[in-house]
């Protein structure tokens, strides 16, 4: 663990050599949002917390730290439904849900990215999610902006129907 947060330290340490901008806004930001979902009668209440958010070259980042392995290819998302079905993708429904609970930042900043850090993947750095979410959108657009949290908040609302309806039993993901 020592020589993953040395081989860390050492990676941001060289981006700002090389000439770029870092700043943290915040570690270990803890979000909440009740939410109200139609069909209800009662809201429910998401919390979480992020491990970082940052400012790097103008790019807001929310970053979620992992100390196990994490590849890429699990951050390119191209059908929401797969948040739901596939554990591979664990990662990419947790920043977007961060996304979710933070929407005043997604509102405020123009270039907001939302990715993983893993430990285990360090050559890669920050890993950003990828989301292609219309025809009009490139599949390795990394912005996340209120169109994208619309998509995911209908996923989201999906999810909590079937969590809350008594006929449907639960089971794994795995």
Known sequence: LKTHIKDFLKTEKEIVKKGSVLKILHLEKSLEKEVSVPGFSFPLKMVGKVDRIDILDGIVRIIDYKTGKTLSSKLKVSNFEILLSDSQYSSSFQVLAYCYLYPSLIQKN???????ISFQNLKEYFM?????????????????????ISLFEEVLFNLFREIFNKKIPFRSRD
């Open 128 to 148: 950003p999610l990828s989301v292609k979410n219309s025809k009009k959108r490139e599949s390795n657009n990394f912005i996340i902006d209120l169109p994208i």
């Open 110 to 116: 123009r270039s907001v990215q939302a990715g993983i």
